[in-house]
């Protein structure tokens, strides 16, 4: 069973920097997706930064234009932890950040794509990040 676990939320001002972390455990071995996505009351869930998994490690990434330059994904394959580098906050980064973990030859930043060429199956609880102006 598949269990992601995501830490380092919390409430930091504008500029400020946090940095989330995801444990994993129980992936199959088929995982080549992981990533982080966001969700702001009353929007849908939005993807931040994705990683494509070659043995163990991301062999390419992806961010949203939102996050590009200030946010950053990496994976340490001996702790099976994802983190999300986040700096320079904005008031508009403010949303639950869940981790998620899937499938496909491509990781794309929709969390439910229309055409079945990836797909995040396991989703964490979340954790919360507040960026006061």
């Known amino acids: 069973q598949v269990q992601l676990v995501e830490s380092g939320g919390g409430s930091v001002q504008a500029g400020g920097s946090l940095r989330l972390s995801c444990a994993a455990s129980g992936l199959a071995a088929g995982t080549s997706c992981m990533g982080w996505f966001r969700q702001a009351p009353g929007k849908e869930r939005e993807g931040v930064a994705v990683?494509?998994?070659?043995?163990?490690?991301?062999?390419?990434?992806r961010y949203s234009d939102s996050v590009a330059g200030r946010f950053t994904i990496s994976r340490d394959n001996a702790k099976n932890t994802v983190y999300l580098q986040m700096n320079s906050l904005k008031p508009e980064d403010t949303a639950m950040y869940y981790c998620a973990a899937g499938e496909g030859n491509y990781c794309g930043l929709t969390a439910t794509p229309r055409l079945p060429l990836y797909k995040y199956s396991s989703w964490g609880q979340g954790t919360q990040v507040t960026v006061s102006s």
């Open positions: 990683g494509y998994i070659t043995n163990g490690s991301f062999s390419g990434t």
